[in-house]
Nanobody, 123 residues
Framework: QVQLVESGGGLVQTGGSLRLSCAASGDSNCISALAWYRQAPGKEREFLAAATRGGTTFVVEPVRGRFTVSRNIDEDTMWLQLNTLKVEDTAVYYC?????????????????WGQGTQVTVSS
């Protein structure tokens, strides 16, 4: 079993920054890799970034340079730094473990999702 708790969302103006956190606990193998997704209103959930306990990180090209993913290995916490935010970044941001994410560390686990944290960027 895995628990994922996101925090750090909020309302920010265009050009502002936020730092999201994901606190993971539970099955050590299943949280060896963690990922960030987001879902905007009326759109499908999209993958943004991932980080493994071993230090591997990845951020998708469309947000690379504005978003940075990092991980505190000792506490199984992952962060997503959001800079130069745009109105189109408005979405619910989710932490994910297991499923496709777990394949980054050669593990097979069910999908786990956090409850999400809302990011709203105003113009």
């Amino acid at each position: 079993q895995v628990q994922l708790v996101e925090s750090g969302g909020g309302l920010v103006q265009t050009g502002g920054s936020l730092r999201l956190s994901c606190a993971a606990s539970g099955d050590s193998n299943c949280i060896s890799a963690l990922a960030w997704y987001r879902q905007a209103p009326g759109k499908e959930r999209e993958f943004l970034a991932a980080a493994t306990r071993g230090g591997t990180t990845f951020v998708v090209e469309p947000v690379r340079g504005r978003f940075t993913v990092s991980r505190n290995i000792d506490e199984d916490t992952m962060w997503l730094q959001l800079n130069t935010l745009k109105v189109e970044d408005t979405a619910v941001y989710y932490c994910h473990a297991g499923g496709q994410t777990a394949t980054m560390t050669a593990n097979r686990c069910p999908d786990y999702w956090g409850q999400g944290t809302q990011v709203t960027v105003s113009s």
